[in-house]
């Protein structure tokens, strides 16, 4: 007899590649080798971005379905509604968002998006293992930033050449900057 546990996903407008990691993830946990005899079965609810009382309402409707646990939202302001719920009825709740605060960890939440510090020093450790004479950060955001400051803060990496740019927020314009790049003979990129 096949035992079925229910994974709610919650996706905001936006998040279809997202939805789709999570749909293919089940798919090949299905597979009979991994859970045999336990299927899974997605539920999933679309949202809007950044509307935590439809947030609020839809991870209900989940729990009301029957799920064992929850993955998403991504936004900030909609997943601490979520992960604020699924505390309090102790539902496991799954989230992979970039997140730079330290918040205390929560009893039955888990961020699998790497720590900025980890991935800082992920980073750091790549360009010296690939031994990079030059690269370039690029972001589109200030916030992104705190994620590269392993690297502008190592003392050894101050010999390279490093560029930092910010693209222009919102406009999509990325072709200036990689010109620029290719101008200076900067193949390496973050």
């Known amino acids: ?14 998040d279809e590649s997202i939805e789709l990691a999570f749909r293919d993830a089940i798919e090949k946990i299905n597979d009979e080798s991994i859970l045999p005899n336990t299927r899974l079965e997605a539920v999933i ?35 601490a509604h979520v992960q604020s719920t699924c505390d309090a009825l102790h539902v496991p709740h799954m989230e992979m968002r970039w997140d730079f605060k330290f918040d205390p960890p929560s009893n039955h939440s888990i961020n699998l998006f790497p720590h900025p ?29 705190v994620r590269m400051q392993e690297i502008l803060k190592d003392p050894s990496l101050r010999e390279k050449r490093i560029v ?14 990689f010109k620029e790049l290719h101008k200076l003979a900067i193949k390496n990129i973050i």
């Open 117 to 145: 510090l980890a991935l800082g020093n992920a980073f750091r450790d790549l360009i010296k293992l690939k031994n990079w004479k030059s690269f370039a950060i690029l972001y589109e955001e200030n916030e992104a930033l």
């Open 164 to 177: 930092v740019r910010q693209f222009p927020v919102g406009s999509g314009e990325y072709r200036t900057t």
């Open 1 to 14: 007899m096949t035992h079925v546990v229910k994974i709610g996903g919650l996706f905001e407008n936006g």
């Open 45 to 79: 609810e679309k949202l809007e971005r950044c509307d935590s009382f439809q947030a609020s309402k839809r991870v209900c409707s989940l729990l009301h379905d029957g799920v064992a646990a929850v993955f998403g939202p991504q936004s900030v302001e909609t997943s």
